[in-house]
């Protein structure tokens, strides 16, 4: 597999942990979705590009909603990696509520973001 492509694959993960994120603040699967979070999810599905992807990424989000986000997705790398929630809260200066958020994500029956971690191994 060619590098671009390995980028291209983690940025289309990276919007899906976005999308996730998101849903993860108080959207719940069983409420409506806001039209403009499936606008977004559909604009980054069908972008094939990572920089155009990481761009509307940057322009959208603050620097630190970026950061924000940038730590809920390494949380979740953390914890398929089987790292204990009490050292990714050291780690990433988290709170647990937040990481055990990420691991009641992870252990769902056909968990978004753990296809979003296997796809960007």
């Known amino acids: 597999m060619r590098p671009s492509d390995n980028k291209k694959r983690f940025y ?6 976005l999308i996730s994120f998101y849903l993860m603040q108080g959207v719940s699967m069983s409420s409506n979705v806001p039209e403009s979070i499936v606008e977004i999810s559909r604009y980054l599905a069908q972008s094939d590009s990572a920089a155009t992807i990481e761009e509307f990424l940057s ?4 620097p630190a909603e970026l950061e924000t ?3 809920r997705w390494e949380l979740v790398k953390l914890l398929d990696q089987g790292v204990s929630q009490r050292n990714i809260a050291k780690q990433l200066h ?3 509520c937040k990481i055990t958020r990420g691991s009641k ?3 769902k029956e056909n968990s978004v973001l ?4 296997k796809t960007t191994k």
């Open 94 to 96: 988290l709170s647990l």
């Open 114 to 117: 753990k296809k979003a971690v």
């Open 12 to 17: 289309k993960s990276f919007a899906f942990g």
């Open 105 to 107: 994500e992870l252990k």
């Open 69 to 71: 986000l940038a730590s």
């Open 59 to 62: 322009s959208i989000l603050t």
